[in-house]
Antibody
Framework: QVQLVESGGGVVQPGRSLRLSCAASGFSFSRYAMHWVRQAPGKGLEGVTTISYDGSNKYYADSVKGRFIISRDNSKNTLYLQMNSLRAEDTAVYYC???????????????WGQGTLVTVSS | EIVMTQSPATLSVSPGERATLSCRAS??????LAWYQQKPGQAPRLLIYGASTRATGIPAKFSGSGSGTEFTLTISSLQSEDFAVYYCQQYNNWPPALTFGGGTKVEIK
């Protein structure tokens, strides 16, 4: 079955970096765009970044542009999120999610991983 | 950026009754809207996309409607497993923003 497993979260000081990973299984990873979506504690959801199926196109929310980098390794069925210059407001559960379409970007998310918590605090 | 507003924030419903959730966009998004269900401690689950198309495996008790700026998610005959937080999400105005509503919590009355 389709499975997405995030890892790499933890506690990090403001201004430092962290890299998240999302291991995909149960589907043809290289055919799907992928997304990172975050949820601050007790808050709503925010789309963070998107990468096309082949990695050639990347899109970022204004809140993370210039600080976060999305990438993927289709040979390893893995999605990454490099987070630099972290701020307190980046504290959230980060979910990776598969796009709803094949070889396109539909921008709905199905399914989602279980998430990994990133806490930015001194 | 398009702002998505969900109402009510909390909806109290008795088991077996129907729930009607609303989502409003600050500008027209055609039918580029999805609905998600999130239970405590779990990731969201896609229910509806294209405003009215049920995702794979989603029962017919969940139905979506609307276009432009006004959207509705209807859940018929609520069961215990349906009590959760529901979010709408627009994907019309992208890039850069894929924005969500603030959520509606459906609780047991």
């Amino acid at each position: 079955q389709v499975q997405l497993v995030e890892s790499g979260g933890g506690v990090v000081q403001p201004g430092r970096s962290l890299r998240l990973s999302c291991a995909a299984s149960g589907f043809s990873f290289s055919r799907y765009a992928m997304h990172w979506v975050r949820q601050a504690p007790g808050k709503g959801l925010e789309g963070v970044t998107t990468i096309s199926y082949d990695g050639s196109n990347k899109y970022y929310a204004d809140s993370v542009k210039g600080r976060f980098i999305i990438s993927r390794d289709n040979s390893k069925n893995t999605l990454y999120l490099q987070m630099n210059s972290l701020r307190a407001e980046d504290t959230a559960v980060y979910y990776c999610a598969r796009d709803g379409g094949i070889f396109t970007i539909t921008n709905w998310f199905d399914p989602w991983g279980q998430g990994t918590l990133v806490t930015v605090s001194s | 950026e398009i702002v998505m507003t969900q109402s009510p924030a909390t909806l109290s419903v008795s088991p077996g009754e129907r729930a009607t959730l609303s989502c409003r966009a600050s500008q027209s998004i055609s039918t580029n809207l999805a609905w998600y269900q999130q239970k405590p401690g779990q990731a969201p689950r896609l229910l509806i996309y294209g405003a009215s198309t049920r995702a794979t495996g989603i029962p017919a008790k969940f139905s979506g409607s609307g276009s432009g700026t006004e959207f509705t998610l209807t859940i018929s005959s609520l069961q215990s497993e349906d009590f959760a937080v529901y979010y709408c999400q627009q994907y019309n105005n992208w890039p850069p923003a894929l924005t969500f509503g603030g959520g509606t919590k459906v609780e047991i009355k």
